[in-house]
């Protein structure tokens, strides 16, 4: 307490004799002042300064957000297949990205019209003649036209077989193209759903009876609707790879069942299962459990990708739970109450 009143006592002392020196010397209070004045114009031109900075700064913000706003819609726009806005002027790296993200746009437009030129190809010039050579070989392979050789019937048959695949690679790419580009329409109607199965299992007996492999079908009262001809196709070619990869003598199993408002559709087999890496993969185009299967004509890696399509066109989901050397259950489920809105794409 002593030492600050003596500090205030000193300071008031200094303060008197700066006051006597101002009043004995009126130039030391001009030049006071004139040094006060001097302050106050530093501090306004720093607050000035600091001002002006904001300003550019939020101006350069909204002019930099602007520019880039253009550009995530670009990206918005070239997803949804729409025409991209003008692009963004300037020397600068934004101005230049968006013009490179246009000229990309450009290939992928260019790229998308060479793809249809070869679907247009391979529907009109490669299905047509492909299924009439499958054709007249399966008149060969029957008997229809004469009784061949042992060995002749071989080469028959084996051609036969390959032209098939190729038969179909072709159509399931084409499935893929009209999935894709919303061109392919589904057309609900009340089904009974055991009919629907029935249908399935009568397009694959023939595969079925050739490794004695029993397709059994559980019993079903439920009524629902959907598109009957593309969760056909589902069936079909789930009960395909059911019989592929099960041993001869096996059986697999058909159902359905109600779930809460859904109808759950199954495909139980005996064969070799699904690895745990593919479980969530194996839906993708062109994935499969082992790569030899192509090699050996068992698929082309896009029936499963065809059958995820149209099961999400029908608002469903598809799934399979399987043990590796223990048999695989694939499923899907769908709505049984179905919006028909909701399942007509654009013709």
């Not at 299905?127 to 070989?137: I, K």
């Not at 995820?308 to 608002?315: D, M, P, T």
Request: proline share 2%; with cysteine.
């Amino acid at each position: 307490s002593g030492s600050i009143d003596s500090a205030l006592d000193a300071f008031a002392t200094l303060r008197q004799l700066i006051n006597e020196q101002q009043e004995a010397d009126p130039g030391a209070q001009t030049e006071e002042q004139a040094r006060f004045l001097i302050s106050q114009l530093l501090i306004a031109g720093v607050t000035f300064s600091i001002l002006l900075a904001v300003v550019l700064a939020v101006l350069f913000n909204r002019s930099t957000t602007r520019r880039l706003l253009v550009l995530v819609q670009n990206t918005e726009r070239l997803s949804s297949h729409k025409e991209l806005l003008p692009a963004v002027e300037g020397n600068d790296e934004i101005a230049h990205l968006d013009h490179v993200f246009h000229d990309m746009a450009k290939s992928l437009d260019e790229a998308a019209e060479y793809k249809k030129e070869l679907l247009a190809i391979v529907t009109h010039d490669l299905r047509s003649p492909l299924t009439s050579v499958q054709g007249s070989l399966t008149l060969l392979s029957v008997g229809a036209l004469g009784q061949l050789p042992e060995k002749a019937m071989g080469v028959v048959v084996l051609a036969e077989r390959n032209v098939g695949r190729l038969v179909s690679l072709i159509n399931d790419m084409l499935d893929i193209e009209k999935l894709e580009s919303g061109k392919l329409e589904v057309f609900p109607k009340t089904v009974v759903v055991e009919e629907l199965l029935e249908r399935a299992r009568e397009a694959v007996e023939d595969m079925a009876k050739k490794k004695e492999i029993t397709i059994e079908i559980v019993e079903t009262e439920l009524v629902m609707s959907l598109d009957d001809d593309r969760i056909a196709q589902v069936l079909i070619n789930l009960l395909s790879n059911a019989i592929k990869f099960s041993p001869e003598q096996s059986n697999i199993t058909l159902s359905s069942d109600k779930i809460g408002d859904q109808a759950e559709y199954r495909v139980t087999d005996m064969g070799r299962g699904v690895p745990k890496e593919f479980v969530e993969t194996i839906f993708e185009r062109y994935v499969q459990v082992k790569g030899e299967d192509s090699a050996r004509g068992r698929g082309t890696g896009l029936g499963l990708s065809i059958c995820k399509k149209f099961v999400e066109a029908h608002g469903g989901t598809i799934g399979v739970t399987s043990e590796e050397g223990q048999g695989s259950t694939f499923w899907f489920r769908l709505p049984i109450e179905t919006q028909v809105d909701s399942l007509t794409h654009e013709r």
